[in-house]
């Protein structure tokens, strides 16, 4: 199973950005799919889930400013990322899970770096 991201980059604060992920290989049904983010010292930190169920979760800080869509295979995940802030500067990790027998499984991106100047 491979997550392969794309986007990402340097904007000014108040500028827009997306970035897209995409599943490749037998992940079988996915639960949940989304974006994570991570500063160096900081734990990583979800910013936006996209479940199977059609339910979206995001992080009070990203609240009306992300926008993150499945696609109807929902082997793909975009973040439409608006009005950003200078915070809002971190690699952005994809993400995808699945059940299996005994609990939940996890895979990762590559992650992609988002920079936003002030």
């Known amino acids: 199973v491979q997550l392969q991201a794309s986007g990402g980059g340097v904007v000014r604060a108040g500028g827009s950005l997306s970035l897209s992920c995409t599943v490749s290989g037998n992940i079988g049904k996915i639960f949940a799919m989304g974006w994570y983010r991570q500063t160096p010292g900081n734990e990583r930190e979800r910013v936006a889930l996209?479940?199977?169920?059609?339910?979206?979760e995001y992080a009070d800080s990203v609240k009306g400013r992300f926008t993150a869509s499945r696609d109807t295979a929902g082997n793909t995940v975009g973040l439409r990322m608006n009005a950003l802030k200078p915070e809002d500067t971190a690699v952005y990790y994809c993400?995808?899970?699945?059940?299996?027998?005994?609990?939940?499984?996890?895979?990762w991106g590559q992650g992609t770096l988002v920079t936003v100047s002030s």
């Open positions: 993400n995808a899970g699945h059940f299996v027998a005994g609990g939940y499984e996890n895979f």
């Open positions: 996209v479940y199977s169920t059609g339910l979206e």
